[in-house]
């Protein structure tokens, strides 16, 4: 039993609103002097709403927060720093352009940071010490975006601990790194409960937080569903809470389908990214029909220029895509659509959809050529086919004129998978990331989709940073390393998986 | 008390229409309070306004004159800015055109043909002029990802230059080297009977004269939202204007389509530099306070964003802010200064931007509601 | 040796740059806290018509008339600045638009031209104007002289803002809080730094940058005011700041290399040197110049793309969704 002394952080009723939405419905949450305290919940819970309301970035409609039992209103996101609660967003908060010294110096209040003249150089050595004293090193004098993700996220522990935050909040932190840098991490973070910090783990994924965490506080739909100590719980126990009910989660079982013939063939592709460096450096591949390729890596390795370059979004210095037999040899997306290659991209509002535009627009993007009598289009056909797609693919959305922005995630993801398929059947479908930030329900679907696809006879290459992910859909397991590739061998086998996300799988290779 | 803005979710109808005109309708209050602080009184002023655009004898024939540019440069600029490509260029690509347009008529009706060949031959001149003009900020745009804002607004003074050169500087084949008047002061060479674009009267008021522009602005409006509404082409705009990484992904061929929607704005600019020449000067106006000083290409990108882009709702609004180009022309000097006209379509525009927000989100005035009282923590379970 | 074309055009260069130089300094400003302020010309014609009209009405000594002139000036540049300020960032609107919206409001067609004929200011030379500031003796000096000391206060002046804004952005923290403003606001709004008054301050000063730089075409270059004096200077400082990639010290070569080609006509002319159909050419050089570095510019590698404040041109809204 917690006594008054020992609570850190304690909210009270809190509710969140925005316009159509209750994010936080009157939830209590309270966390525990050098504890770690996981909050847990899937997407769309109001995980990170809750955190967002005791860091200052939102403002709570009702509810009280007391900090170490003295209440506290936080109205802007330096109010909460300066009384030593800090977070590590999902979206780094961080000046790309900037060096770390630079962006440390950047949020520094005290002492020397409240002097007009500014000398990055002499935050440096505390940068090192703090790097070594916490297992976080990182160089000083690299600008942000030349640094990984993980590393990125180091520089905004750094800054927390810069900036002697004594509530540190972490929100989803493990989706950028790999699994033993994940163990570093709660190494690190058991290091910072244990000198008397708070910690507080945002996270969906249960092994995670029966790992790190002291108790769990779950949250499901906006509300509080209970607060458990780790040591009383288990995996399903967890479960049934996050979700409320046992899901049967399909998984794809092993030599279900027989495979036919390979259908599409990568062989020795280079490319570049966006900063003029190599992102594929001889990536060779093939995917059978029926059989769903699973590639694994941590984000930045490539697989977003690999997803691109099959598309025909991206061009590649070298190597060739085969189709059947058909070889694609320049990249143009019209080509790729034509040869019967759906594209699902990890970036639904960015890529997969026209925002302002209304959803039957969207759901022609690709096939609007053909529903045209010459260069007109056919806009009543287009719009018999819109409201057919979202019948069939049950898209909650007010109607076929709504702008697709509106939409909720799992929608929007509907909408881009329903235009995919409605050509008839793919021959290929690419699909990077298809379940980032969704609920439950809506990855359900989303894994319905690829099951059946597979099924039906489609070669599907699933990218996807969630090894939960891969683990429930694959005949085959690649992981991808700074622009390459290689596979799994033993797909039971956590290690090697994690080995290869790192680089290092080298001597297993080697070995046989 | 606190106000919140939040995002609409859905964009009412009737704010689209209010919006705009409720701009007006400040943009002359404010104008009002500048007119009081230089010593004019507005009542009369405005009362001079109105009269002058719309109510005198004759005075919506001289709308019309002032409108008819206004709808080519307003189609322009919203045919361009709905793809959001800035094209500031429509100034300058109605100089050109006027030019392209001016040596059509000189030539094909100084042989001598039937006028409608003739003309038809200024309206296709007047267009490519327009569209070679405008081509050169969309190749820079598309094959050197030059901002267009910058080059197609620092063109608009090459071509005044141009313009000027040709009849004041020269003597070239737009001058009037014959007569009197031209060693006195330069003029353009007027063009001869058969190029002259004919209209129509309209008898009211006193009789009203459409001129054949005017016709042709109404078309292009037509044909602008048969494109953007009807077709692959316009579909493809559409999703363009939108996110270019989503259009990469449909297909779309970005630089075509860049060329394309700069060609187009650029035609229709052009063919209002035509109708200038045919319709209204009937020669060259080379003379830097002439069609230079009418700042029709800026004029027009108030009427397109008042209109918010819409091909339509640009024609009406064109012929409203040619009434207040008219108006201004008529009663420049002391009691209607020069300038005002200018300033009060920039508060127009201001107050149309202003009220973009009102339109995409709402604002809600409203007091903090307080929670529970804090107790006493109770124990995790 | 001073006569030669070159080093007229150097010190002209200097002279007509000087504008295009204050205009530019301000729009960097502006532009890096996030705001594209395309209203530049029309703030610039507003300085020039009130800084003018300060030195016809104000009855004073010419160091007091002057010095008025230029605070008038910036204010007035300031004030326009404010308008494009308030929508942009309070209302978020388009800046694209609103900077049009500015220039037609407040330029050649608009406020500038209605207050320079309202208030009678044409076709009248300064009362008080800018003159060199050393000695005949020193400007006589081979080279140096005519281009360092004949020029007048205002362009001594703009060299210290060079300095002063250069030390302001790479030493001091307001100067680094800017930055991350025009970077990542989300990233400084975390920290604690109030994007929005940055973002205000910022633009306004730029304003008052841009109407100091109209002050000095009326009151030093040509002391008379004309419709729309500017000729589109204002145009020519967004793509300098541009070309300079953000950097004063860049801002300072760049916008003396355009005053040059400004200058070259006149000189040109004097000279009975004919290249072409002069005028034409001569004046239509600065604007082609212009557009195609500009092309050169934009046309580079990734590298040089990521010069510009990552987050210009786009509103900053702390609570999405």
Same mark, same amino acid.
């Given at each position: 039993?917690?006594?008054a002394?020992?609570?850190?952080?304690?909210?009270?009723g809190?509710?969140k609103?925005?316009?159509?939405?209750?994010?936080?419905d009157?939830?209590?949450?309270?966390?525990?002097?050098?504890?770690?305290?996981?909050?847990?919940?899937?997407?769309?819970?109001?995980?990170?709403?809750?955190?967002?309301?005791?860091?200052?970035?939102?403002?709570?409609?009702?509810?009280?927060?007391?900090?170490?039992?003295?209440p506290?209103?936080?109205?802007a996101?330096?109010?909460?720093?300066?009384?030593?609660?800090?977070?590590v967003?999902?979206?780094?908060?961080?000046?790309?352009?900037f060096?770390?010294?630079e962006?440390?110096?950047?949020?520094?209040?005290?002492?020397?940071?409240r002097s007009f003249?500014?000398?990055?150089?002499?935050?440096?050595?505390?940068?090192?010490?703090?790097?070594?004293?916490?297992?976080?090193?990182?160089?000083?004098?690299?600008?942000?975006?030349?640094?990984?993700?993980?590393?990125?996220?180091?520089?905004?522990?750094?800054?927390?601990?810069?900036?002697?935050?004594k509530?540190?909040?972490?929100?989803?932190?493990?989706?950028?790194?790999?699994p033993?840098?994940?163990?570093?991490?709660?190494?690190t973070?058991?290091?910072?409960?244990?000198?008397?910090?708070?910690?507080i783990?945002?996270?969906h994924?249960?092994?995670?937080?029966?790992?790190?965490?002291?108790?769990?506080?779950?949250?499901?739909?906006?509300?509080?569903?209970?607060?458990v100590?780790?040591?009383?719980?288990?995996?399903?126990?967890?479960?049934?809470?996050?979700?409320?009910?046992?899901?049967?989660?399909?998984?794809?079982?092993?030599?279900?389908?027989?495979?036919?013939?390979?259908v599409?063939t990568?062989e020795?592709?280079?490319?570049?990214?966006?900063?003029g460096t190599?992102?594929?450096?001889g990536?060779?591949?093939?995917?059978?029909?029926?059989?769903?390729?699973?590639?694994a890596?941590?984000?930045?390795?490539?697989?977003?220029e690999l997803?691109?370059a099959?598309?025909?979004?991206?061009?590649?210095?070298?190597?060739?895509?085969?189709?059947?037999?058909?070889?694609?040899?320049?990249?143009?997306p019209?080509?790729?659509?034509?040869?019967?290659?759906?594209y699902v991209?990890?970036d639904?509002?960015?890529?997969?959809?026209?925002?302002?535009?209304?959803?039957?627009?969207?759901?022609?993007?690709r096939?609007?050529?053909?529903?045209?009598?010459?260069?007109?289009?056919?806009l009543?056909?287009m719009?018999?086919?819109?409201?057919?797609?979202?019948?069939?693919?049950?898209?909650?959305?007010?109607?076929?004129?709504?702008?697709?922005?509106q939409?909720s995630?799992?929608?929007?993801?509907?909408?881009?998978?329903?235009?995919?398929?409605?050509?008839?059947?793919?021959?290929?479908l690419?699909?990077?990331?298809?379940t980032?930030?969704?609920?439950?329900?809506?990855v359900?679907?989303?894994?319905?989709?690829?099951?059946d696809?597979?099924?039906?006879?489609?070669?599907?290459?699933?990218?996807?940073?969630?090894?939960?992910e891969?683990l429930?859909?694959?005949d085959?397991?690649?992981?991808?390393?700074e622009?390459?590739l290689?596979?799994?061998?033993?797909?039971?086998s956590?290690?090697?998986?994690?080995?290869?996300m790192a680089?290092?799988?080298d001597?297993?290779?080697a070995?046989? | 008390?606190?106000?919140?803005?939040?995002?609409?979710l859905?964009?009412?109808?009737?704010?689209?229409?209010a919006?705009p005109?409720?701009?007006?309708?400040?943009?002359?209050?404010?104008a009002?309070?500048v007119?009081?602080?230089?010593?004019?009184n507005?009542l009369t002023?405005?009362?001079q306004?109105?009269d002058?655009?719309?109510l005198?004898?004759?005075?919506?024939?001289?709308?019309?004159?002032?409108?008819?540019?206004?709808?080519?440069?307003?189609?322009?600029?919203?045919?361009?800015?709905?793809?959001?490509?800035?094209?500031?260029g429509?100034e300058?690509?109605?100089?050109?055109?006027?030019?392209?347009?001016?040596?059509?008529?000189l030539y094909?009706?100084?042989?001598g043909?039937?006028s409608?060949?003739?003309i038809?031959?200024m309206?296709?001149?007047?267009?490519?002029?327009?569209?070679?003009w405008?081509?050169?900020?969309?190749i820079?745009?598309?094959?050197f990802?030059?901002n267009?804002i910058?080059?197609?607004?620092l063109?608009?003074?090459?071509?005044?230059?141009?313009?000027?050169?040709?009849?004041?500087?020269?003597?070239?084949?737009?001058?009037?080297?014959?007569?009197?008047?031209?060693?006195?002061?330069?003029t353009?060479k007027?063009?001869?009977?058969?190029?002259?674009?004919p209209g129509?009267?309209?008898?009211?008021?006193?009789?009203?004269?459409?001129p054949?522009?005017?016709?042709?602005?109404l078309l292009?409006?037509?044909?602008?939202?048969?494109?953007?509404?009807?077709?692959?082409?316009?579909?493809?705009?559409?999703?363009?204007?939108?996110?270019d990484?989503?259009a990469r992904?449909?297909g779309?061929?970005?630089?075509?389509k860049?060329?394309?929607v700069?060609?187009?704005?650029?035609?229709?600019?052009?063919?209002?530099?035509?109708?200038?020449?045919?319709?209204?000067?009937h020669?060259?106006?080379?003379?830097p306070?002439?069609?230079?000083?009418?700042?029709f290409?800026?004029?027009?990108?108030?009427?397109?964003?008042?209109?918010?882009?819409?091909p339509?709702?640009?024609?009406?609004?064109?012929?409203?802010?040619?009434?207040?180009?008219?108006?201004?022309?008529?009663?420049?000097?002391?009691?209607?200064?020069?300038?005002l006209?200018?300033v009060?379509?920039?508060?127009?525009?201001?107050?149309?931007?202003?009220?973009?927000?009102?339109?995409?989100?709402?604002?809600?005035?409203?007091?903090?509601?307080?929670?529970?009282?804090?107790?006493s923590?109770?124990?995790?379970? | 040796?001073?006569?030669?074309?070159?080093?007229?055009?150097?010190?002209?260069?200097v002279a007509y740059?000087?504008?295009?130089?204050?205009a530019?300094?301000?729009?960097?400003?502006?532009e890096?806290?996030?705001?594209?302020?395309l209203?530049?010309?029309?703030?610039?014609?507003?300085?020039?018509?009130?800084?003018?009209?300060?030195?016809q009405?104000?009855?004073?000594?010419?160091?007091?008339a002057?010095?008025?002139?230029?605070?008038v000036?910036a204010?007035?540049?300031?004030?326009?600045?404010?308008?494009?300020?308030?929508l942009?960032?309070?209302?978020?609107?388009?800046?694209?638009v609103?900077?049009?919206?500015? #220039?037609?409001?407040?330029?050649?067609?608009?406020?500038?031209?209605?207050?320079?004929?309202?208030?009678?200011?044409a076709d009248?030379?300064a009362r008080h104007?800018f003159?060199?500031?050393?000695p005949?003796?020193?400007q006589?000096?081979?080279?140096?002289?005519p281009?360092?000391?004949?020029q007048?206060?205002?362009v001594y002046?703009?060299?210290?803002?060079?300095?002063?804004?250069?030390?302001?952005?790479?030493?001091?923290?307001p100067?680094?809080?800017?930055?991350?403003v025009?970077?990542?606001?989300?990233?400084?709004?975390?920290?604690?730094?109030?994007? #929005?008054?940055?973002?205000?301050?910022? #633009?306004?000063?730029?304003?008052?940058?841009?109407?100091?730089g109209?002050?000095t075409?009326?009151?030093?270059i040509t002391?008379?005011?004309?419709?729309?004096?500017?000729y589109?200077?204002?145009?020519?400082?967004?793509?300098?700041?541009?070309?300079?990639?953000?950097?004063?010290?860049l801002c300072?070569?760049?916008?003396?290399?355009?005053?040059?080609?400004?200058?070259?006509?006149p000189?040109?002319?004097?000279?009975?040197?004919?290249?072409?159909?002069?005028?034409?050419?001569?004046?239509?050089?600065?604007?082609?110049?212009?557009?195609?570095?500009?092309?050169v510019?934009?046309?580079?590698?990734?590298?040089?793309?990521?010069?510009?404040?990552s987050?210009?041109?786009?509103?900053?809204?702390?609570?999405?969704?």
């Open positions: 039993m917690a006594d002394a020992t609570i850190a952080v304690s909210m009270r809190i509710t609103r925005f316009p159509g939405v209750v994010a936080n009157r939830v209590d949450f309270e966390a525990a002097v050098g504890e770690v305290h996981a909050l847990l919940g899937e997407n769309g819970a109001g995980k990170t709403t809750l955190s967002h309301v005791l860091t200052g970035l939102y403002r709570a409609d009702e509810g009280h927060i007391s900090l170490y039992g003295k506290v209103r936080f109205t996101p330096r109010e909460a720093i300066d009384a030593g609660v800090c977070m967003h999902q979206q780094f908060r961080l000046v790309e352009r060096t770390v010294a962006n440390l110096v950047l949020g520094d209040r005290r002492g020397a940071g003249r500014i000398d990055p150089s002499a935050v440096e050595s505390q940068v090192r010490e703090l790097g070594e004293r916490y297992r976080l090193p990182v160089d000083p004098h690299a600008r942000i975006w030349q640094l990984s993700v993980g590393e990125q996220q180091r520089v905004e522990i750094l800054n927390a601990l810069y900036q002697n935050a509530v540190l909040i972490l929100d989803e932190p493990t989706s950028v790194l790999t033993d840098e994940a163990d570093t991490l709660f190494e973070l058991r290091q910072m409960a244990g000198e008397g910090r708070t910690v783990f945002i996270s994924k249960l092994h995670e937080v029966m790992a790190v965490s002291d108790r769990i506080t779950v949250l499901r739909a906006g509300r509080l569903v209970g607060t100590r780790t040591a009383d719980a288990t995996l399903q126990s967890l479960a049934s809470l996050m979700v409320g009910h046992d899901i049967e989660t399909r998984r794809r079982s092993r030599g279900a389908q027989p495979v036919g013939p390979e599409l990568v020795d592709l280079w490319a570049d990214g966006d900063r190599a992102a594929l450096k990536v060779s591949l093939t995917v059978r029909e029926g059989e769903i390729v699973a590639v890596g941590v984000a930045g390795n490539g697989q977003r997803a691109e099959i598309t025909g979004l991206r061009p590649c210095r070298k190597g060739t895509i085969r189709v059947g037999d058909e070889l694609l040899d320049h990249a143009d019209r080509t790729s659509f034509d040869a019967g290659i759906g991209p990890e639904r509002l960015g890529t997969g959809v026209a925002p302002n535009l209304p959803i039957s627009m969207n759901l022609e993007l096939s609007f050529r053909n529903n045209s009598f010459g260069p007109l289009l056919r009543r056909r719009r018999a086919n819109a409201e057919e797609a979202i019948e069939r693919f049950e898209i909650k959305t007010s109607g076929p004129q709504m702008q697709t922005a939409l995630g799992g929608n929007l993801q509907k909408v881009v998978i329903a235009r995919e398929f409605s050509s008839g059947k793919l021959t290929v690419v699909a990077a990331s298809p980032r930030g969704l609920d439950v329900a809506a359900e679907t989303v894994h319905s989709y690829l099951l696809a597979a099924e039906s006879g489609t070669a599907v290459l699933l990218l996807s940073e969630d090894l939960d891969i429930a859909l694959n085959r397991i690649l992981v991808m390393y622009g390459r290689s596979e799994v061998q033993n797909r039971d956590l290690e090697e998986i994690s080995l290869r680089g290092s799988a001597g297993l290779d070995a046989r | 008390m606190r106000v919140t803005v939040e995002r609409r859905r964009q009412p109808r009737w704010l689209v229409v919006v005109i409720a701009s007006v309708v400040f943009a002359l209050a404010v009002a309070l007119l009081l602080a230089t010593g004019h507005p002023t405005y009362h306004l109105v002058a655009a719309f005198q004898t004759g005075s919506l024939g001289q709308t019309l004159i002032s409108a008819t540019p206004l709808a080519f440069t307003g189609l322009a600029a919203a045919a361009a800015f709905r793809m959001k490509l800035f094209n500031i429509a300058g690509q109605m100089y050109m055109g006027a030019i392209t347009g001016a040596a059509a008529g094909l009706g100084g042989r043909g039937p409608a060949f003739v038809a031959s309206v296709v001149a007047g267009c490519v002029g327009g569209v070679v405008a081509l050169i900020p969309g820079l745009r598309a094959f990802k030059t267009e910058l080059t197609s607004l063109l608009n003074y090459v071509a005044g230059y141009v313009l000027t050169y040709l009849i004041f500087e020269s003597e070239s084949y737009w001058r009037q080297t014959k007569g009197f008047n031209a060693t006195v002061f330069p353009g007027p063009l001869p009977h058969s190029a002259l674009w129509w009267t309209i008898h009211a008021q006193g009789g009203i004269a459409v054949l522009g005017a016709g042709f602005g292009a409006a037509v044909v602008v939202w048969l494109l953007y509404s009807r077709t692959r082409f316009g579909f493809e705009a559409q999703v363009l204007g939108d996110s990484r989503a992904y449909a779309v061929r970005v630089r075509r860049i060329l394309s700069m060609a187009l704005s650029g035609a229709i600019a052009g063919l209002g530099g035509a109708s200038q020449v045919g319709d209204f000067a020669a060259l106006d080379g003379d306070n002439g069609l230079q000083k009418q700042g290409g800026y004029s027009g990108i108030v009427v397109a964003a008042l209109a918010r882009y819409n339509f709702a640009v024609v009406l609004v064109a012929f409203l802010i040619g009434g207040l180009q008219n108006a201004g022309n008529t009663l420049q000097g002391a009691t209607f200064p020069a300038g006209v200018g009060i379509q920039g508060i127009i525009l201001f107050s149309a931007l202003g009220g973009e927000l009102l339109i995409r989100h709402r604002i809600r005035i409203g007091r903090r509601v307080k929670g529970p009282a804090p107790t923590p109770e124990p995790a379970a | 040796m001073n006569n030669s074309l070159l080093i007229v055009l150097i010190a002209s260069g740059g000087t504008p295009l130089l204050y530019a300094l301000g729009e960097l400003l502006a890096r806290s996030g705001v594209l302020n209203g530049v010309e029309g703030m610039m014609l507003v300085g020039a018509v009130m800084g003018f009209w300060t030195v009405r104000l009855h004073a000594t010419t160091g007091v002057l010095v008025a002139a230029i605070a000036a204010v007035a540049g300031a004030m326009m600045a404010a308008i494009h300020a308030f942009v960032i309070t209302l978020r609107a388009s800046q694209i609103s900077g049009l919206a500015l #220039t037609i409001f407040a330029g050649v067609y608009g406020l500038s031209s209605y207050l320079g004929n309202n208030l009678n200011l009248q030379p104007s003159s060199a500031v050393f005949s003796s020193m006589k000096w081979p080279i140096v002289g281009i360092v000391f004949g007048n206060v205002l002046v703009s060299w210290a803002c060079v300095v002063a804004i250069s030390l302001y952005l790479s030493r001091t923290r100067g680094l809080n800017l930055r991350a025009g970077e990542s606001p989300a990233a400084a709004d975390t920290m604690g730094i109030n994007v #929005t008054a940055y973002r205000y301050v910022h #633009t306004i000063a730029g304003g008052a940058f841009a109407g100091i109209g002050a075409v009326t009151l030093a002391p008379q005011w004309v419709d729309g004096i500017t589109g200077a204002g145009w020519i400082a967004i793509a300098l700041v541009i070309f300079a990639f953000w950097r004063p010290e300072l070569v760049g916008a003396y290399f355009f005053g040059a080609l400004e200058a070259l006509a000189q040109l002319q004097a000279r009975n040197i004919q290249l072409g159909p002069t005028v034409l050419w001569t004046s239509s050089l600065p604007y082609v110049m212009t557009i195609l570095v500009l092309v510019v934009s046309s580079g590698t990734a590298r040089r793309r990521l010069g510009a404040p987050a210009l041109g786009n509103a900053y809204v702390r609570e999405e969704r």
